[in-house]
């Protein structure tokens, strides 16, 4: 059964940094693209950033860009998310995602999901 784990969520002031990452299982993770997604409170679900596999190109969404960095570390099976400059309008809850793809065998796969919030 496949897994999403993610951590490193929490409590940072405007202009801090945190780095969230997610522990995946259960499928071919070197060769799959990894997703992170956030959900503020009152608001849909938005991609924040996108890792393809195995050529690790990046692309974010403009909220994000220039402050947020996703990587990847095939050998621990783990995807990160480095967050700097952080603002208010980051808080939200967020959520690693993978699939569909032949590599997730056409599933689609989410994380519990993190809280981060970001507060003075």
């Not at 490193?8 to 997604?37: D, E, I, N």
């Not at 969404?61 to 603002?87: P, W």
Request: charged share 20%; hydrophobic share 30%; with cysteine.
């Amino acid at each position: 059964q496949a897994q999403l784990v993610e951590s490193g969520g929490g409590l940072a002031q405007p202009g801090g940094s945190l780095r969230l990452s997610c522990a995946a299982s259960g499928f071919t993770f070197s060769s799959a693209s990894m997703r992170w997604y956030r959900q503020a409170p009152g608001k849909e679900r938005e991609m924040v950033a996108r890792i393809t596999g195995p050529s690790d190109g990046t692309d974010y969404a403009d909220s994000v860009k220039g402050r947020f960095t996703i990587s990847r570390d095939n050998a621990k099976n783990t995807v990160y998310l480095q967050m700097n400059s952080l603002k208010n309008e980051d808080t939200a809850v967020y959520y690693c995602n993978a699939g569909p793809s032949v590599w997730t065998r056409w599933r689609v796969y989410w994380g519990q999901g993190t809280q981060v919030t970001v507060s003075a």
